[in-house]
C-alpha cells in the first residue's frame, strides 16, 4: 500500500509546483507521513485517517507561521482608482443641487459632483468615485496639476 502513498505525494507534489500557494504541499507531506504509518499498520482506514489528520494539523499550524514569512504585494489602484487622493481645479462651477460640474484632475476632463458648492478655478481634491462622476471636496492649499 506504501506505492498508492508515494504515487499521492508525488502528484501532490507536482499540483504544488504549479500553484502559487502554499497549500498542496502539506497534503504531500501527509501522504508520505501515510506512507510511513502504511510500512507498519496495513489498515488502509488508519492510513487514511492519518493522511486526513496530519495535512489538516500541518495546514492548521503552519498558516500563521506562512504568513509571516511569505509576503504579500499591497494591492495597488489602477486605472480610475488611482485618482482617488489627486487634486485639481474646477473648470465649471460645481452645483451640489443639481450635480453638474467639471473638473481637471492629471490632464483629463471630469464630471464632478460635490456636497457644497464649488466656484470656477478652485482648488479640489478626489475624494470617491460615483458612476462616471469624481466626488471632490474644496481644498485650500496649492495644487500640483499632472
Not at 504585494?73 to 443639481?98: Q, W
Request: net charge positive; charged share 20%; hydrophobic share 50%.
Amino acid at each position: 500500500m506504501w506505492q498508492f502513498w508515494l504515487i499521492v505525494a508525488g502528484i501532490c507534489f507536482i499540483i504544488e509546483c504549479f500553484t502559487l500557494g502554499f497549500f498542496v504541499f502539506w497534503f504531500s507531506v501527509g501522504a508520505i507521513i501515510a506512507l510511513a504509518v502504511s510500512l507498519f499498520i496495513s489498515n488502509f482506514l488508519v492510513q487514511a485517517f492519518t493522511f486526513v489528520i496530519s495535512s489538516s494539523l500541518l495546514l492548521l499550524l503552519t498558516k500563521p507561521l506562512m504568513k509571516k514569512f511569505v509576503k504579500t504585494p499591497k494591492t495597488k489602484a489602477t486605472n480610475v482608482y488611482s485618482i482617488i487622493g489627486k487634486e485639481g481645479i474646477v473648470l465649471e462651477d460645481i452645483d451640489s443641487i443639481n450635480c453638474t460640474g467639471k473638473v481637471k484632475v492629471k490632464g483629463e476632463l471630469w464630471s464632478a459632483i460635490a456636497d457644497t458648492d464649488i466656484e470656477k478655478d478652485s482648488k479640489i481634491r478626489v475624494v470617491a468615485i460615483n458612476g462616471v462622476k469624481l466626488k471632490v471636496q474644496k481644498v485650500s492649499t496649492p495644487v500640483n496639476i499632472d
